[in-house]
């Protein structure tokens, strides 16, 4: 049986609902031989996510997703394998950004409660041991009745330019690649074709190698097969590695599985490897 990874998961320290050490103990029982947590914005679960992988098979990668913006476009920014003594350069490169996230939260709050959706701060923190964020308003929205699924919240209530949500400004994804390498961790573009057009990534990857970047995500839950055949073609074209993961979110996004996203994905041991290879982690 051929080895597989997942460089790509959230725990409850963002907007996923397991815990680090239940991601570890999931991907065991899954058969995944490397799991990179990549909660968006935070090293908070890290910690317990590498002690957990101590007492594991799996092997434990430590990165982060980052919330980037690209000529107005929402682009997020994986790195991986981040050495534990940068890990809380991480919390302090993104600390403007999360407190302008966390206005841009409670603003939404109370415009929903304005119009008559009755949610609260408290009720929405509760479900993170991180910082919230929409996914975990669209939680409360989904139990208090207001929406069936997450997903309908994301369509209607909390869609930007809806008249609730208004977006926090982001840091610039060049920025976030440069951070990642002045660390000499390993900068990733996540699922791109969610993002940004083939026409708009011609332009963008040339841009984000400039600055450093070493990899797309070019196997990834959403993608369709003919999207993962455009992600191969421009990662081959611009000189770049392939990543590849779940986006897995547990309860939050029930329809995915880790390390095996709606039932068909498979990401290669070899990913792994080559992410190992663009930076300094120890071996």
Not at 240 to 264: A, C, F, M, N, V
Request: glycine share 8%; charged share 25%; aromatic share 10%.
């Amino acid at each position: 049986m051929k080895k597989k990874c997942d460089l790509h998961c959230h725990s409850l320290f963002s907007d996923g609902t397991l815990t680090p050490a239940e991601l570890v103990k999931l991907a065991e029982e899954k058969g995944i031989s490397a799991l990179a947590l990549t909660d968006h914005n935070t090293s908070s679960g890290l910690k317990d996510f590498m002690d957990a992988g101590k007492n594991s098979k799996v092997i434990t990668v430590p990165g982060c997703e980052f919330t980037t913006e690209w000529h107005g476009k929402e682009v997020h920014i994986v790195g991986l394998f981040f050495r534990e003594e940068y890990w809380n350069e991480i919390e302090d490169f993104m600390e403007l950004a999360k407190i302008a996230k966390l206005n841009s939260n409670n603003r939404l709050i109370e415009n929903l409660n304005k119009a008559g959706y009755e949610i609260s701060v408290e009720e929405v923190a509760a479900l993170t041991d991180g910082n919230y964020n929409r996914a975990h308003v669209a939680r409360v929205l989904m139990v208090k009745g207001y929406v069936k699924s997450v997903s309908e919240a994301f369509e209607t209530l909390l869609k930007e330019g809806n008249g609730f949500y208004f977006p926090a400004k982001r840091i610039q994804s060049a920025m976030a690649v440069r951070f990642i390498k002045t660390y000499k961790a390993t900068a990733i573009v996540a699922h791109p074709l969610l993002n940004l057009t083939p026409e708009e990534l011609e332009v963008f990857l040339p841009e984000m190698k400039e600055a450093g970047l070493d990899a797309m995500e070019t196997h990834y839950t959403e993608f369709t097969e003919e999207m993962t055949g455009i992600a191969v073609s421009l990662a081959e074209k611009f000189g770049i590695k392939q990543s590849g993961g779940s986006d897995y979110h547990g309860k939050t996004k029930p329809w995915i599985e880790l390390g095996e996203g709606r039932g068909d994905l498979f990401v290669p041991y070899s990913f792994y490897e080559d992410m190992l290879e663009c930076s300094d982690y120890p071996r």
